[in-house]
């Protein structure tokens, strides 16, 4: 059974600071990797997607993947309050394979 | 370019009856991937089509079904609803199949009595 692990959180953190969020998944041979943003009572959004070991930068986010450890992480730098959401963490394996969704988890960014 | 559209987007249904979801993807995107959200199960993958083919199938009864038009434009039908199917129903398209970038609809939010 391929799984992907979230910490469900809530994960508190001030406005200003750095967000790290991490997800392990279990199917070695996975290829493609991706991170959604979800708003309460709004469908998840792409946020970040990551095909390569090592960081991919996008603004104040920052995708990380480790394949050798089976891990990928988001860090959210100079986090708002408006980044306060559940952080969905999606996972590819085989080509034509289906994506894994992770439970998630809750960011909650206090001003 | 338009988003992905989904309709309806609220529905309420009685135990028993059935339901047809219809799901626009992005133009030129060719993959339909649909999706049931609940608050304890999270995201789970119900079926993809491609080029009018399921490619994958979740683990649901066949009570759930779904197919994919030409255009791409695609429909999941529940039969016999039980009160365990309420939930937000999400399509999802991408430009090919799963492994590339995938967008969502708004949801439907289905709720059987």
């Known amino acids: 059974q391929k799984e992907v692990e979230q910490n469900s959180g809530p994960l508190s953190v001030p406005e200003g600071a750095i967000a790290s969020l991490n997800c392990t998944y279990s199917?070695?041979?996975?290829?493609?990797f991706f991170w959604y943003r979800q708003y309460s009572g709004k469908s998840p959004e792409l946020i970040m997607s990551?095909?390569?070991?090592g960081d991919k930068e996008d603004g104040r986010f920052t995708a990380q993947l480790n394949k050798a450890s089976q891990y990928v992480s988001l860090l959210i730098r100079d986090s708002q309050p408006s980044d306060s959401a559940t952080y969905l963490c999606?996972?590819?394996?085989?080509?034509?394979?289906?994506?894994?969704f992770g439970k998630g988890t809750t960011l909650s960014v206090s001003s | 370019k338009a988003g992905v559209t989904q309709t309806p987007r609220y529905l309420i249904k009685t135990r028993g009856q059935q339901v047809t979801l219809s799901c626009s993807p992005i133009?030129?995107?060719?993959?339909v991937s649909w999706y049931q959200q609940t608050p304890g199960q999270g995201l789970q993958f119900l079926f993809e089509?491609?080029?009018?083919?399921?490619?994958n199938k979740g683990n649901f009864p066949g009570r759930f079904s779904g197919r994919q038009f030409s255009n791409s434009r695609s429909e999941m039908n529940v039969s016999t609803l039980e009160l365990g199917d309420s939930a937000l129903y999400l399509c999802?398209?991408?430009?090919?199949?799963?492994?590339?970038?995938?967008?969502f609809g708004p949801g439907t939010r289905l709720t059987v009595t």
């Open positions: 199917d070695r041979v996975s290829q493609s």
């Open positions: 999802a398209s991408s430009f090919e199949i799963s492994s590339y970038e995938q967008y």
């Open positions: 089509y491609f080029s009018e083919t399921q490619r």
């Open positions: 133009s030129g995107h060719r993959s």
């Open positions: 990551i095909y390569s070991n």
């Open positions: 999606a996972v590819n394996g085989q080509a034509g394979t289906a994506l894994i």
